[in-house]
């Protein structure tokens, strides 16, 4: 998984069934995705989705910081942003996609459709990485504010994209199943 390296570098193997996974409740006990220990837990999703509101919400921030010229208003939040943008990427890794990868096994279309979301998830790190990493120590670099504006926009656009297709397509795929 290039994007994990990226974010979180190498690390030793961990298992799925402990790394990220939260107290769980007795009914969330009742199905796991087949061949792993990775239980279906009914709160994910609306985690999943609260951690969306807190990315825009930061989002938000960074960009009126922008606005204001206050790059180290800038700088703090882009990294507020890195640290929820990895956990939640964690989250969906470990907890949705490996979940949803043994569970639409017999269902081709949405397997598919789900490796679609999870690929693109790749490309769509390497981006946000790149600038990320690129705009780290802006609040030192105030030479960087005018490509900053452009990048932040492109970021934006990619994110509300995206978090509207998991919310509608890719999120509906975790029902408990029957």
């Keep these: 998984m290039f994007l994990f390296d990226?974010?979180?570098?190498?690390?030793?193997?961990?298992?799925?069934?402990?790394?990220?996974?939260?107290?769980?409740?007795?009914?969330?006990?009742?199905?796991?995705?087949?061949?792993?220990?990775?239980?279906?837990?009914?709160?994910?999703i609306e985690a999943?989705?609260?951690d969306h509101r807190l990315l825009l919400e930061i989002f938000a921030a960074i960009d009126g910081a922008r606005q204001q010229g206050d790059l180290m208003v800038v700088q703090t939040r882009?990294?507020?942003?890195?640290?929820?943008?990895?956990?939640?990427?964690?989250?969906?890794n470990v907890r949705l996609y490996v979940f949803l990868e043994h569970q639409l096994v017999n269902d081709p279309t949405s397997h598919q459709l789900m490796h679609g979301f999870r690929h693109e998830m790749d490309d769509i790190g390497r981006a946000v990485v790149g600038f990320l990493t690129r705009y780290k120590e802006i609040g030192l670099h105030p030479e960087l504010a005018a490509a900053f504006a452009t990048d932040l926009d492109?970021?934006?656009?990619?994110?509300?994209?995206?978090?509207?297709?998991?919310?509608?397509?890719?999120?509906p795929m975790y029902a408990l199943p029957a």
Excluded: C, M, W
């Design 154 to 171: 492109a970021i934006g656009e990619a994110l509300v994209a995206r978090i509207q297709r998991e919310e509608d397509t890719l999120y």
């Design 78 to 92: 882009l990294n507020q942003f890195r640290i929820v943008l990895q956990d939640h990427l964690l989250k969906e």
């Design 48 to 50: 999943l989705k609260e």
């Design 6 to 44: 990226l974010l979180f570098g190498k690390k030793k193997d961990e298992s799925p069934s402990v790394a990220g996974t939260a107290p769980r409740t007795l009914s969330a006990l009742s199905a796991n995705a087949p061949g792993t220990k990775i239980h279906h837990d009914p709160r994910l």
